[in-house]
């Protein structure tokens, strides 16, 4: 069950990347949603997802292997991001396109108070100065990389070759949100057009 619609209540904010796999049926519940979709390059999203699934495996069995569990997973990521671009653009051609707010990764890691003021602007929200006061505090305690910064290698770890990088759906996406977008701010809708890690506010 879901919480009762209150135009009084705080906002209700979820980071579930695993969203990206049910957009049309998150917006058919939940048709004021607004998506911030964040945007990286997928060896780098396939790298941090197939390193937390490593940990994760570790926790219940004394017999974990990075490659095997990279053998099992990559596809599936193909087959999940594919879905997503499919649904995206179709929410897109059904008029739902401002309910996605694109936000490039490195934009986010450059200048995340620029970013955040994008968000509001995209979704006509007013960020209160004091919530501003409060993400730069934030910001400040508690730098990226915090607790040192993660030494995986892609393919010397989990065997995942630049040849593996290069099925369907990971180039299409790279194409539509990564390649010709890295230098921008967060994106209007439509960032599909023709050509076929998120957070969900609602």
Not at 25 to 40: G, K
Not at 131 to 157: C, I, S, W
Request: net charge positive; with cysteine.
């Amino acid at each position: 069950h879901h919480h009762k619609r209150n135009t009084n209540a705080r906002q209700f904010v979820v980071k579930t990347p695993q969203y990206v796999n049910m957009l049309p049926e998150l917006l058919r519940e939940y048709p004021d949603a607004q998506i911030v979709w964040t945007h990286r390059t997928p060896s780098e999203v396939v790298v941090s997802y197939l390193s937390l699934a490593t940990k994760l495996a570790g926790i219940v069995s004394d017999d974990v292997d990075p490659k095997r569990i990279a053998q099992a997973h990559l596809q599936v990521l193909n087959a999940g991001l594919a879905k997503a671009l499919r649904d995206r653009r179709t929410l897109e051609k059904k008029g739902l396109g401002k309910s996605f707010c694109d936000v490039q990764f490195t934009q986010l890691c450059k200048d995340p108070m620029a970013v955040v003021r994008g968000i509001y602007r995209h979704f006509d929200k007013k960020l209160s100065p004091e919530a501003e006061r409060q993400m730069e505090t934030y910001l400040k305690n508690n730098k990226r990389f915090k607790h040192g910064k993660p030494l995986v290698d892609l393919e010397g770890t989990f065997g995942v070759t630049e040849r593996d990088m290069k099925l369907n759906a990971f180039v299409d996406y790279t194409k539509a949100f990564v390649m010709q977008k890295q230098q921008q701010q967060p994106t209007s809708p439509g960032a599909l057009g023709d050509e076929g890690e998120s957070a969900v506010k609602g």
